[in-house]
Nanobody
Framework: VQLQASGGGLVQPGGSLRLSCAASGSIFSITNMAWYRQAPGKQRELVAA???????NYADSVKGRFTISRDDAKNTVYLQMNSLKPGDTAVYYC?????????????????WGQGTKVTVSS
């Protein structure tokens, strides 16, 4: 199973970006999906998460500005980021809890995307 993240870039303060992360491979189902970020010199932190029934959870620092969503038909999770601030600058990573189907077996595992860089600067 692979997660491919995209959508990062350079944006001015107050601007918007939409991140995407598509999962591919021997996927039986996906439960939780999430976005994390890691700024230079800081630990990786949870930004937003979404369960298989659509329940969402956000870090206090992004509530009201970011929206996480998912398209299960495409095995894709999105992060709509509005009103971006310089403090949002980081590498953003997607994460998914996947039930993998291989060789007649189904097992659970967690996977990470490669990261996409978001820079908020004037």
């Amino acid at each position: 199973v692979q997660l491919q993240a995209s959508g990062g870039g350079l944006v001015q303060p107050g601007g918007s970006l939409r991140l995407s992360c598509a999962a591919s491979g021997s996927i039986f189902s996906i439960t939780n999906m999430a976005w994390y970020r890691q700024a230079p010199g800081k630990q990786r932190e949870l930004v937003a998460a979404i369960t298989s029934d659509g329940t969402t959870n956000y870090a206090d620092s992004v509530k009201g500005r970011f929206t996480i969503s998912r398209d299960d038909a495409k095995n894709t999770v999105y992060l709509q980021m509005n009103s971006l601030k310089p403090g949002d600058t980081a590498v953003y990573y997607c994460n998914a809890d996947v039930h993998v189907s291989e060789y007649g077996f189904v097992y659970a595992d967690a996977f990470w995307g490669q990261g996409t860089k978001v820079t908020v600067s004037s």
